[in-house]
């Protein structure tokens, strides 16, 4: 079974927190626990590519896409969609750049990470979290 969840944001840095948020809700209630790899793995990547797009996206737009699955194996699927072209790709950085780790730091956490061209309304860059423990129980009953 899968459980996804998307939701719209605005393009402003107060709302990468509110995403993270949104996220580990998201998952904690389809049954990953607090510390759970794929949790924490999942909203660092949410974290990443909500930063990207508040600091790079187009200046014209005015919100992003955020959208979280929950996988039946565990896994995770992340996705942040924004109507920018430039596709992010790792970089060479020095220890003095504040800046181009993103990708790089996509790269080490996700299984597998690319981009989906939404034509002439921009990109949605995605990334999988995997994890070896086997499926989640389900998700938990609301209290």
């Known amino acids: 079974m899968v459980r996804r969840d998307s939701f719209r944001l605005p393009r402003h840095p107060a709302s990468v ?3 993270r948020r949104r996220a580990r809700d998201h998952l904690a209630a389809w049954g990953h626990a607090p510390h759970d790899p794929a949790l924490e793995d999942s ?23 955020v959208a979280v699955t929950a996988l039946a194996d565990g896994s995770c699927l992340v996705e942040v969609s924004d109507e920018g072209r430039p596709e992010p790709r790792p970089r060479a950085v020095g220890d ?13 956490v996700a299984a597998a990470w690319g981009v989906w061209t939404r034509g002439r309304h921009g990109k949605t860059v995605w990334a999988l979290v995997t994890t070896p423990a086997g499926p989640l129980p389900g998700p938990r009953p609301l209290s």
Do not use: K
């Open 43 to 65: 909203v660092l990547l949410v974290s990443e590519l909500a930063t990207d797009v508040v600091r790079h996206g187009p200046l014209r737009e005015h919100e992003f896409e």
């Open 96 to 108: 003095r750049d504040e800046d181009g780790r993103g990708p790089q730091l996509v790269e080490a």
């Open 17 to 19: 927190g509110l995403a």
